[in-house]
């Protein structure tokens, strides 16, 4: 049975896409952490444990991953990138990559800010535009 990030990868349920390739998926955080938060998915793989993955897999993976940061840092002003892989909600391999100023705003258990649908599409299209140039 396909998860939900299986799903919103073939484009059978709507998301903030920021950057894609044949093999992995990125998209914004529906409930993000801080503006920009983006999930990093392999499009094929359903395990939902990142050291399931086959060596070449999962070392593409984080390549894709540091391309999608470049490109999220340069579209969203932050200190940092930070990176989690918790893995706990979607029963699928994700990283989270969430725009820092401080550490404090890597918490999960923190009141979530809220965005517009329209405050969304605009930063998925300033990442992808960043990610495009790389």
């Known amino acids: 049975m396909a998860t939900i990030f299986t ?4 484009g059978e349920i709507p998301s903030y896409k ?3 390739n044949e093999e992995f998926y990125a998209f914004l955080d ?3 952490l801080a503006k920009g938060h983006t999930l990093v998915i392999p499009r094929k793989v359903e395990d939902d444990y990142l050291f399931h993955l086959d060596e070449a897999l999962y070392g593409r993976l984080w390549a894709f991953a540091r391309k999608v940061a470049v490109a999220l840092k340069a579209a969203v002003p932050c200190q940092r990138v930070g990176v989690a892989v918790l893995g706990m909600e979607v029963p699928h391999t ?17 009141k979530r800010p809220e965005f ?3 405050q969304m599409k605009e930063t998925a299209a300033a990442i992808l535009a960043e990610y495009e140039k790389l």
């Open 7 to 10: 799903k919103i990868a073939a």
């Open 18 to 20: 920021v950057a894609e």
């Open 30 to 32: 529906i409930s993000p």
């Open 94 to 110: 994700h990283i989270h990559l969430v725009p820092l100023q401080t550490e404090g705003d890597m918490d999960f258990r923190k």
């Open 116 to 118: 517009t649908p329209e």
